[in-house]
């Protein structure tokens, strides 16, 4: 599973309050949440999938914008102030994988094709997820 965070649009209003009127600088930066899990289902219960948290990944990316090259902790404070996490991330990317895996829920499978797979989750949200083309990824 991967989330996409963006910067809230009314983030830019505050930032050009306070200086910053350079609307291309940093619109684009985001940070990617990768969760991997482990799915395992019995033959008792087949479209009841139970998730294990095997890997979770924060990456951050800020399109465009200034580089603060500068070491000075100044120039890294106004990179965090117009970039936000994904400043942060893109240097400090935050991967945790190994032996141990935790419970992560389950969910129930409702419908499922080549293409397709509708779920209900664990809470009782309803998910559908469409398989991308291999090679049309856009992480």
């Known amino acids: 599973n991967v989330i996409e965070w963006k910067r809230p649009d009314w983030v830019q209003g505050v930032l050009d309050k306070v200086g910053n009127d350079d609307r291309n600088d940093g619109n684009e930066s985001r940070v990617l949440q990768k969760v991997c899990c482990e799915a395992t289902a019995s ?15 924060l990456v951050g990316n800020k399109d465009g914008g200034d580089s603060y090259s500068s070491n000075g902790i100044l120039a890294s404070l106004q990179e965090y102030a117009v970039h ?26 409702l419908y499922l094709d080549r293409d397709l797979r509708i779920i209900r989750t664990g809470q009782g949200f309803f998910a559908v997820n469409v398989r991308q083309d291999e090679g049309r990824e856009w992480f």
């Open 84 to 109: 936000g996490p994904a400043a942060w991330f893109e240097r400090n990317p935050l991967n945790l994988s190994g032996p141990l895996k935790a419970p992560f829920g389950q969910f129930e499978c």
């Open 43 to 57: 033959p008792i219960q087949p479209t009841i999938v139970e998730l294990k948290l095997s890997g979770f990944e």
